[in-house]
């Protein structure tokens, strides 16, 4: 008998079709709205494999209904939307995507910096409402690139490709890990500072650390304290390492120059978070990875995982087990 599969957002059709020539397919219909909980409760019941989005909040509830469980397949990199340690605990193997959304992250965070520090958004939107009625010296203007001084947090996939692009515009990097990257920092000529010194100096402060409990409000009053009134925050990690309030203070008292951010707190984001309010904030809805090949490629590994895994054999990319 085939195993049962449910997957929580409409895919491809040769994505689906490909699962299904070895599962027992259900699938939510929707193309852009996630699956109210009711109903992923109810299916996961009967489910040995679950295809999901970072939308889902895979907690012990859901964990507990489905009983059957062997695989979660989540389309993301990051995996902060499911509860790890318990799906270890009752053995069920969860996988992620890395490596597919690397190069098209790092475009994405680089393109948002660029468009932060020169003020791309707002130029548009001022030519758009006809304010442009001469060249005037010093109107929109922003922050240099060429040569700057980029911070890295994190130095993982998405932070080496980003230094590649850095390094196209002659900047001067530094990171900030965990643990050393002796390796990277060979390779690429780059610094490791503490966190406090790394946030004094850096002309961008790019967010790049895997979102975890730990890693909660990693930037809060204090650190925004440290960075310079020129210095421009981005951040296309997860919205939880950056205590938002803080940042609207910070961005509102010109205690730093500008946020580009692709992350929130909460998402969707409200039209009512204050940061939207702010010229100094260029905001996008979580697309970091959303290039319509880097998507598809996201698609069919979660979906080889999926296979695999009810296959009895080993995941390809497992973030536990
Ligand atoms: C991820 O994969 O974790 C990104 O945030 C969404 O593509």
């Not at 079709?17 to 019941?45: F, G, N, S, T, Y």
Request: hydrophobic share 40%.
């Amino acid at each position: 008998m085939k195993p049962n599969v449910y997957i929580t957002r409409k895919l491809p059709e040769s994505i689906v079709k490909k699962i299904e020539e070895v599962c027992h397919v259900r699938m939510w219909e929707e193309k852009d709205q996630p699956v109210p909980r009711e109903v992923l409760l109810r299916e996961a019941e009967q489910a040995d494999g679950l295809f999901c989005l970072l939308t889902e909040e895979i907690d012990q509830e859901v964990l507990n209904a489905a009983k059957k469980l062997k695989i979660i397949a989540n389309m993301a990199v990051g995996y902060n939307n499911i509860d790890i340690e318990e799906a270890t605990k009752k053995g069920i193997i969860v996988t992620n995507t890395p490596d597919v959304l690397t190069e098209t992250t790092a475009d994405l965070t680089f393109a948002l910096l660029m468009a932060t520090a020169r003020r791309i958004l707002e130029s548009n939107t001022y030519l758009k409402e006809g304010k442009w009625k001469t060249w005037s010296l010093m109107q929109l203007t922003g922050q240099d690139i060429y040569g700057a001084k980029l911070g890295i947090i994190g130095m993982g996939r998405i932070g080496k490709a980003l230094i590649e692009r850095a390094k196209g515009f002659n900047m001067d990097v530094s990171y900030y890990n965990r643990s050393r990257k002796l390796d990277v920092e060979k390779e690429f000529d780059i610094t490791f500072l503490d966190k406090e010194s790394l946030l004094k100096e850096s002309d961008f402060v790019c967010i790049l650390v895997p979102y975890s409990p730990e890693v909660h409000h990693f930037i809060g009053e204090k650190e925004l304290r440290l960075m310079k009134d020129s210095a421009i925050l981005i951040n296309t990690a997860r919205g939880g390492i950056v205590d938002e309030e803080a940042l609207f203070h910070a961005l509102k008292n010109k205690e730093i120059w500008g946020a580009g951010l692709d992350v929130f707190e909460e998402e969707p984001v409200s039209l009512e978070n204050q940061l939207l309010s702010l010229p100094n904030v260029t905001a996008l809805p979580h697309i970091g990875s959303a290039s319509k090949a880097t998507r598809l490629e996201m698609a069919n590994l979660a979906a080889d995982n999926l296979i695999q895994v009810l296959a009895g054999e080993k995941a390809i990319t497992p973030v536990n087990g």
